[in-house]
């Protein structure tokens, strides 16, 4: 297997854009210094959403995006089992660059969800991510994406994972990357919430809960400087680096179509939720599939797609769709239209 490792070109070329658009320092400390780091050693999580051995996944459909985030979690067992009371709380959404949902998480997801986790009684929430190395500073387009407002009013730390330090995490079971340097944030809190949006990528073929991993690895490391044409198989590898203790998908607008910026909308106005990455990814997929989505996306099985299946050769979530259980509840005003949704994404899911 001929693997390419930091392709030149891609160096070359990202350096000279940013200095054009005189960000210097982001060249230089992003692409050319190495930064200090411990090496630490990661604990497993194991996923508490689950009966027996089936990983539960929610699925909500509504216009009230609070009530979907409870009702959704609620389904599944509710934040009680995370015991968040007193704990600290990163929440990762999806910050790749300065545009509106479905470029990146919805705004009201993240704000409600810390509503959720306040009356939960987390003591700490932050809020963090680190976008595209051409589209920095992450700050920047929080406030441009809407996020920054939507969470202005709520108690809570924004952290661009660039401002801060990084820790070295052994992949030994690594094909294509045998360390990882990822944001020291990742390892200081006590619980992650991944919080993706689901969405087609012209790179990746698509972003989901894998992939929303990526923002918080160092840019050194972005799959483009690895090896480009095995970007999913990175994608998948990075994450051995750590596990989310819930995963919530924002469909509340969703790209089928061309992504990860600009592309074809669909208005699902979902939320899916799960403690399995794997799970998530396959079910944000047949969603994609059940909205007509991108043709690599609707020729294949889901569990073809290359991300997932090196995500479950490494053993990071379900390895099939029998130890998945899907839970839905419509709050919207045609069940129908919901019911026949399912039974679209469960035939995908299947197939």
Not at 40 to 47: A, E, L
Not at 56 to 68: F, K, P, R, T
Not at 270 to 295: M, Q, Y
Request: aromatic share 10%; with cysteine.
């Amino acid at each position: 297997m001929r693997v390419i490792k930091y392709p030149l070109f891609y160096v070359i070329g990202i350096s000279i854009y940013l200095i054009l658009n005189f960000r210097w320092r982001y060249v230089f400390r992003h692409l050319y210094l190495r930064p200090r780091t411990k090496k630490i050693c990661t604990k497993p999580v194991q996923n508490i959403y689950k009966n027996d051995d089936t990983a539960l996944v929610s699925l909500v459909q509504g216009e009230d995006i609070y009530a979907m985030l409870k009702d959704g979690i609620t389904l599944i067992g509710g934040l009680e089992k995370l015991d968040i009371q007193g704990k600290s709380v990163l929440i990762k959404p999806n910050i790749v660059n300065r545009y509106a949902s479905p470029a990146n998480t919805n705004p009201l997801v993240i704000k409600y969800l810390i509503q959720l986790l306040r009356e939960s009684g987390a003591s700490k929430i932050l809020i963090g991510d680190m976008s595209a190395i051409f589209a920095l500073p992450t700050k920047k387009n929080a406030i441009k994406s809407g996020i920054w407002e939507a969470i202005q009013s709520e108690d809570v730390t924004f952290v661009p994972f660039e401002d801060y330090g990084w820790v070295e995490v052994d992949i030994p079971q690594g094909r294509f990357v045998k360390k990882t340097l990822v944001s020291e944030i990742i390892y200081s809190v006590d619980i992650i919430i991944n919080v993706p949006v689901i969405k087609t990528h012209r790179y990746a073929n698509y972003s989901i809960s894998l992939k929303n991993f990526i923002g918080a690895t160092h840019a050194r490391q972005r799959p483009y400087f690895i090896a480009p044409e095995f970007w999913d198989e990175i994608v998948a590898e990075l994450n051995v680096a750590y596990t989310p203790h819930l995963n919530i998908l924002d469909g509340t607008k969703i790209f089928v179509k061309n992504g990860p910026t600009k592309g074809t909308v669909a208005a699902p106005n979902l939320v899916v939720i799960t403690g399995d990455r794997i799970a998530a990814d396959v079910v944000g997929l047949s969603i994609i599939k059940a909205f007509e989505g991108e043709e690599g996306i609707i020729k294949k099985s889901v569990w073809e797609q290359r991300q997932v299946k090196r995500a479950v050769e490494l053993e990071l979530g379900v390895s099939s769709p029998s130890v998945i259980k899907i839970v839905s509840k419509c709050i919207c005003a045609n069940k129908r239209n919901f019911d026949k949704l399912i039974e679209e994404i469960q035939y995908f899911l299947n197939k």
